[in-house]
């Protein structure tokens, strides 16, 4: 009988990704702490009708992707295929729109997606989101955009931003418009997909991924010309903060993101270095969802990561990197490792082997863990009080007092 394997585009989590996975999230949670987020979270399984009425039915995302069901007591349901949703039902299940007041929160966790699995698109990935509710400036915008620029930057990873703006109820219907007028006259010329999207959801003709499409549009009516003019100043403050605070930012007026709740203010970070999955991250405003979802009108603006993806781009710092390997050439050496080992742990990581071996031996262990530090004691060194050390990316050797290791 075959062994059983994961469900194609799910993975596990093991040994140098778990390790980036964690130091990832650590790191990310505490500079949205530092931006005033709070973590969250909310159930992995919700009702079906919370995505339809949300993402909308029309996008990609409802249609084809979702992992659905009914569940042994004939409830709808599926796995959230993103975390802005569920988020939203909580703000509103909780009474937070009655409340009024600002809201910040940031969650981790698993999102699934039935796509054709290929490098950087899984169908159970993990994304790192933040949302904010109450806040209506578009300050806040900023914020939010500088936010992830921070912990792109420290996590050492290059990035482009692309920007937009989606308008709002006024000014997107008439735009909407219009544009199916334009799409209309060559029709015929336009792909199969865009032919439906022209009927059910005609912007997302703008981000067709068909070459013959995309140069077909090159003359399509932008949105960001036809912005109402609170739009259009709420834009153009949105970019003079992040030029004042030297953000590099493109505008890319068929930037219209797949999931349907958008308005004004959407932005996505994206890579070229990890293929054709190029977004790392996306995000922007949906001042109509909590509405939308039953609560009582509040803005809200969020984001959220692509994990693996970012995984991919991520190159340790060296600093967090550090391992350190304890060894002993004898048994008696055993008990004075417990003790540094326990000190030097309050800052770094550090493995303790305890078999006593040779030196040898004991290196060749070290390499198998990525230590970057070996520490040895041995009889000569037992009895000086003192411990053999070698920097294993310098090659430093030295044997030192252990008060001063
Ligand atoms: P999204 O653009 O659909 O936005 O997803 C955000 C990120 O999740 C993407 O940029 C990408 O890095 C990652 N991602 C999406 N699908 C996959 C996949 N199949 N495999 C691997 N990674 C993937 C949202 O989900 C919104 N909820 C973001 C948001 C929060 N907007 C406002 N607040």
Known sequence: MANIQSLRGMNDILGKDSELFTYFVDNASRIARNY???YMETPILEETALFKRSVGESSDIVNKEMYQFTDKGENDVCLRPEGTAGVVRSFVQNKFDRAGGTYRWYYYGPMFRYERPQKGRLREFHQFGAEVFGVSSVYE???IIMMLKDILEFFKIG????LNSLGCPTCMPVYRENLVKHLTSFKDELCEDCNRRIETNPIRVLDCKNENCQKLLYNAPKITNNLCEKCDTDFEKLKEILDFN???YEIDTNLVRGLDYYSQTAF???SDEIGAQSAIAGGGRYDKLVEFLGGRATPGIGFAIGIERLLELIKMNDDDNEII??????DEALNSLTKIASKKRETTK???EYTPRGFGKHFKLAEKQNATMVALIGENELNDGTIYTKNLNTQEERTIKIEEF
């Open 36 to 38: 005033g987020f709070s």
């Open 141 to 143: 915008d900023a914020n």
């Open 159 to 162: 990035f482009k931003l692309q």
């Open 246 to 248: 030297g953000v590099e």
């Open 268 to 270: 996505e970070f994206v």
């Open 325 to 330: 390997y304890l060894g002993a050439l004898s």
């Open 350 to 352: 550090t493995i303790i």
